[in-house]
């Protein structure tokens, strides 16, 4: 398992911690590497889902437009913001270094994803 770091927090997620770990299963059957790399984008996101990002958001709007919640509202605001787009980059870069692995050990890509 990667380190996750603060649970409100997505982990950081790099092209080494992926390879790692799809190397890790010692395995060229792509249902078992297709399986790996969703579970590390699930332990990315862990309690920092899209539920909360846009949680964050909303309620950070409506803070905001209640001008007395504005010293609250625009900062859960744009942490929410960030935390949408920090799980998009981890998504991002675990599909890329997954298909640069597949690749690699000449396994498909659609027998992976299927």
């Given at each position: 398992m990667a380190?996750?770091?603060?649970?409100?927090?997505?982990g950081k997620l790099n092209?080494?911690?992926v390879i790692g770990a799809l190397?890790?299963?010692?395995?060229?059957d792509p249902d078992v590497l297709y399986t790996?790399?969703?579970?590390?984008?699930?332990?990315?996101?862990g309690a920092a889902s899209n539920f909360r990002a846009w949680a964050l958001i909303v309620s950070g709007a409506v803070l905001t437009l209640l001008v007395i919640g504005a010293p609250?509202?625009?900062p859960a605001l744009l942490f929410g913001l960030w935390m949408k787009a920090k799980l998009?980059?981890?998504?991002?870069?675990?599909?890329?270094?997954?298909?640069?692995?597949?690749d690699s050990i000449g396994v498909?890509?659609?027998a992976a994803a299927l």
């Open positions: 380190h996750t770091g603060h649970p409100l927090v997505p092209r080494q911690i190397k890790g299963t010692g395995s060229s790996r790399k969703e579970e590390l984008i699930a332990d990315m996101k609250v509202g625009i998009k980059r981890n998504t991002a870069i675990a599909e890329a270094a997954f298909s640069e692995y597949v498909s890509k659609q």
